[in-house]
C-alpha cells in the first residue's frame, strides 16, 4: 500500500505565525546542529571527556511488547544476579571524573520502573548536569513531569509506535493509547522537549505515519523520531518490507517540516553511511558497571539479522573496561577506546555514501571471524540499516 501524504498543509499567504515559527525551528535546529557539529569535529581529532552518558536505568519494564527484543533470550545477557535498578551511588561513580553536560536514561528496562530516578535526575541538577530519557510513558503524570521539568530534564522520547488505538495497542501490550496520548500532551505543555519515537515494526505503522505526525503536532510535540525493526534471530519478529513504501520516509520528512516538527532518524532504501561519533562522545554503561563504546553494542546482541541471514555480532570486543575497576577517565583515555577509535577514523566514509544490499551482506560474512574492532566497518547502524 502506497503512503500518501496529505497536500493541503500549504502555508496560506499571509501566514505569519506559522512562517514565524519554521524560522525559528530552523534557526534553534542549525545552531544547536553547529554545536553538535563543531564538537564533533574537534573529538575527531583530539580526545576529549565525554560530552555526555547513557546508562542502563533498569531491568524491569511493565509492557510486554511482542517486538521488543527483551522477549529473545539469546539477545540479551542480564547483569549480574539480583541487579534490577540504576542506584544515585552507581551513577555518581560514572560521572565523578567527567565535565559531561547530559545524562540520558535508556536501556531494555523502563526508566519510570526504577523507584530512584527521581532522585538520579534531582542529583544530576544538584551538579549542573540536564537529563534526558526515553519511557514508554505509561507511568508519567503531571506532578512527575512538572518534578523531572523543574529538576533539569532537557527532552524525553516517547516510544509510540502507531498512530492508532489498534496499532498501538497491538505493539505496545499492556499500555493505555489514552493514556499515554494525555502524558505526551502533559510533556508537551511543558518546558520538555518531547519527541514521539516510532519503529517501524509493521505495514500498519508505516501507512498511519500520516497520521502520526498529525498526532505528534497535536500533542506539541518537537519532533519525531524514527528507526527501523532490528530482528535479531528469524524466530523473533518479521520487520515490514520498506520497497513496499517507497518514499514514505522523504513524504514523512516534508510533511512533519510543514507541521513545524523535526524530524531525527536513520532509515533509507539503500544502506547510507553515517559516521559514528559514540566512541568520541559518549560511553554506555551497564547496570554492572560494564562500559561499552556504543549504544548498539551495549543492548549485547550475540546475532543479527539482515537479508535473511543470521550473523554472529562480536559485542564483547566493545566492552571498554568496568566501572568497579577504573574511574571513567581512565577508561575513556585508556589504550582500547583509543585503538577503536584509530579504527574508526581509518574506516570512515562521506556522510552519504551508499552501498548495495548485497555488498554490505558480503563484507558483514567477511568480518564473521574478526577478533578486533573490524566489525565497525559493516556495522548496521553505521550504515543506516538497523534502530539502537
Known amino acids: 500500500m502506497q503512503v500518501t501524504f496529505p497536500t493541503t498543509m500549504r502555508f496560506k499567504r499571509g501566514s505569519f505565525q506559522d512562517i514565524i515559527v519554521l524560522r525559528r525551528l530552523d534557526m534553534k535546529d542549525k545552531l544547536f546542529q553547529k554545536v553538535i557539529d563543531t564538537?564533533?569535529?574537534?573529538?575527531?581529532?583530539?580526545?576529549?571527556?565525554?560530552?555526555?552518558?547513557?546508562?542502563?536505568?533498569t531491568k524491569v519494564c511493565n509492557l510486554k511488547c511482542p517486538g521488543c527484543r527483551?522477549?529473545?533470550?539469546?539477545?540479551?545477557?542480564?547483569?549480574e544476579s539480583g541487579v534490577k535498578h540504576l542506584t544515585p551511588g552507581e551513577l555518581w561513580k560514572a560521572i565523578e571524573t567527567t565535565n559531561i553536560q547530559y545524562v540520558r536514561f535508556e536501556g531494555d528496562g523502563e526508566p519510570t520502573c526504577n523507584p530512584n530516578l527521581k532522585d538520579m535526575v534531582k542529583l544530576c541538577h544538584r551538579l549542573g548536569i540536564r537529563s534526558m530519557m526515553t519511557t514508554n510513558g505509561t507511568l508519567l503524570d503531571k506532578d512527575y513531569i512538572r518534578l523531572l521539568e523543574e529538576n533539569g530534564m532537557t527532552r524525553i522520547h516517547v516510544?509510540?509506535?502507531?498512530?492508532?488505538?489498534?496499532?498501538?495497542?497491538?505493539?505496545?501490550?499492556?499500555?493505555?493509547?489514552?493514556?499515554?496520548?494525555?502524558?505526551?500532551?502533559?510533556?508537551?505543555?511543558?518546558?520538555?522537549?518531547?519527541?514521539?519515537?516510532?519503529?517501524f515494526f509493521s505495514d500498519e505503522v508505516m501507512e498511519e505515519l500520516p497520521l502520526y505526525v498529525g498526532l505528534a503536532k497535536e500533542v506539541g510535540a518537537t519532533g519525531i523520531h524514527y528507526m527501523?525493526?532490528?530482528?535479531?534471530?528469524?524466530?523473533?519478529?518479521?520487520?515490514?518490507?520498506?520497497?513496499?513504501?517507497?518514499?514514505?520516509?522523504?513524504?514523512?520528512?516534508?510533511?512533519?517540516?510543514?507541521?513545524?516538527?523535526?524530524?531525527?532518524?536513520?532509515?533509507?532504501?539503500?544502506?547510507?553511511?553515517?559516521?559514528?561519533?559514540?566512541?568520541?562522545?559518549?560511553?554506555?554503561i551497564l547496570l554492572n558497571g560494564d562500559v561499552y563504546a556504543c549504544t548498539y553494542l551495549a543492548n549485547l546482541r550475540r546475532q543479527e539479522v539482515y537479508m535473511g541471514k543470521e550473523l554472529k555480532v562480536p559485542y564483547q570486543n566493545y566492552k571498554m573496561g568496568n566501572l568497579r575497576e577504573s574511574s571513567m577517565r581512565e577508561i575513556w583515555f585508556g589504550t582500547k577506546y583509543q585503538e577503536l577509535r584509530k579504527e574508526l577514523k581509518s574506516t570512515r566514509y562521506p556522510r552519504g555514501r551508499t552501498l548495495a544490499k548485497e555488498e554490505l551482506l558480503k563484507l558483514k560474512e567477511e568480518l564473521q571471524s574478526v577478533k578486533d574492532f573490524s566489525y565497525c566497518q559493516g556495522c548496521l547502524a553505521r550504515w543506516g540499516e538497523s534502530g539502537l
Open 70 to 79: 527483551r522477549n529473545y533470550q539469546l539477545g540479551t545477557i542480564s547483569s
Open 39 to 57: 564538537y564533533k569535529w574537534l573529538a575527531l581529532r583530539h580526545t576529549l571527556g565525554p560530552r555526555a552518558i547513557v546508562v542502563e536505568t
Open 228 to 284: 527501523k525493526m532490528q530482528q535479531e534471530s528469524l524466530k523473533f519478529g518479521v520487520p515490514p518490507d520498506l520497497s513496499k513504501h517507497t518514499g514514505v520516509l522523504e513524504g514523512l520528512r516534508d510533511y512533519a517540516r510543514k507541521k513545524g516538527l523535526l524530524v531525527v532518524g536513520t532509515c533509507t532504501e539503500e544502506p547510507t553511511f553515517t559516521p559514528c561519533y559514540d566512541p568520541f562522545i559518549q560511553p554506555y
Open 159 to 199: 516510544s509510540f509506535d502507531g498512530a492508532t488505538k489498534e496499532t498501538y495497542e497491538k505493539i505496545r501490550v499492556g499500555a493505555d493509547y489514552d493514556r499515554v496520548l494525555h502524558n505526551c500532551k502533559l510533556i508537551g505543555e511543558s518546558k520538555i522537549q518531547l519527541f514521539m519515537s516510532v519503529v
